[in-house]
């Protein structure tokens, strides 16, 4: 519990530092929409060039990932689907609301919790790799679609924005390029790779920073309520809101876990380290990413705030019990 504890004491520190810089007002108004766009726009597509560049295509023929991956699948084609039955989302919604579900924290609490707990992070590298290559792109296309299809906008029009998007898209066009590097076996020169290094070690704690800016509810949040009727209005769409956090909770924290050791353990027959890889990497909580991208894309940032936020409170309680059920490793 001790090293749960100490993986997750920087996830907790530097969001309340960045609420109590939102209060107190010290970074400026603009300071969540600044530090937002620096994370999505330079900082993450930095990381993910360094570290996809230097990935082999080996990482993803491992049948621990078919296992990771049957999870992810599910549970965020659930959340999507539960985003539009239920709640009556649009896509770009939808989408966020899928990502909610099922995108994990791999990189700032995946990459401690794995050294502590199984002994090393090489699965946590695969899991990286496997959400930047194959679960961003699809997110991203959703929302560049649910964003851009207005009342006017014609087909053709759309379809140009999708088959662009990659170029468009910082976060996309990193990892392409980190793809294309890593395929062609090219050796960047040291200060290019420095350069990103450093801009990429960025990324994580500016967007905890923002995390904790956005805390404080300010009306950037997402779209103003309609006046007429205000007040129940307001209060029926927190209600909606909170509905749809508990249930990307408890998707991302029970359902994807548990179709993560029923595809590793009894289908697929995985070794116990490995099956404990999958099992505790799937309960990781959700990631940050889902709500930088719902700020970038201009939607309401809430329910994707509040499920990382109370997926990393009960993770706590689902780590520890994989950890103690499946055992650590020696």
């Known amino acids: 519990m001790h090293d749960l504890l100490s993986a997750f004491a920087p996830i907790w520190i530097l969001t309340a530092i960045g609420c109590a810089a939102g209060r107190s007002g010290l970074l400026g108004v603009q300071a969540e929409a600044v530090l937002g766009r620096f994370v999505f726009h330079v900082a993450m597509p930095a990381a993910l060039f360094v570290m996809v560049s230097g990935a082999r295509p080996a990482d993803f023929a491992d049948a621990s990932m078919v296992a990771f991956a049957a999870g992810t699948t599910l549970v965020c084609g659930l959340g999507f689907v539960v985003a539009s039955r239920f709640f009556g989302r649009g896509t770009a919604d939808r989408a966020i609301g899928s990502m909610t579900a099922g995108y994990v924290n791999s990189a700032n609490l995946g990459i401690p919790v794995a050294v502590q707990v199984l002994g090393d992070a090489s699965f946590v590298a695969q899991i990286i790799l496997f959400q930047v290559l194959l ?29 662009t998007m990659p170029v468009r898209n910082p976060v996309i066009m990193a990892s392409l390029l980190g793809v294309v590097v890593s395929a062609l076996g090219v050796r960047l020169p040291h200060a290019l790779t420095h ?23 300010r009306p950037t949040d997402g779209p103003a309520t309609e006046p007429a009727n205000g007040g129940e209005r307001e209060e029926g769409a927190g209600r909606t809101r909170r509905a749809e956090v508990v249930v990307a909770v408890a998707l991302k924290t029970l359902v994807q876990p548990l179709t993560a050791f029923v595809v590793g353990g009894p289908l697929l027959r995985l070794p116990d380290h490995q099956l404990l890889a999958v099992v505790l990497c799937s309960a990781l909580p959700t990631a940050q990413n889902a709500f930088i991208y719902a700020q ?18 009960v993770s706590m309680a689902t780590l520890s019990l994989a950890t103690w059920a499946l055992g650590s490793a020696p």
């Open 195 to 217: 350069s990103c290094d450093l801009l990429g070690a960025a990324a994580v704690p500016t967007a905890l920073i923002t995390l904790g800016l956005s805390l404080n509810g």
């Open 296 to 313: 970038q894309y201009g939607l309401d940032t809430r329910p994707a705030r509040n499920s990382v936020v109370a997926s990393t409170v």
């Open 135 to 163: 679960v961003s792109p699809v997110i991203l296309t959703l929302l560049d679609a649910g964003t851009g299809q207005g009342p006017g906008t014609r087909k053709g029009v759309v379809l140009r924005r999708m088959l």
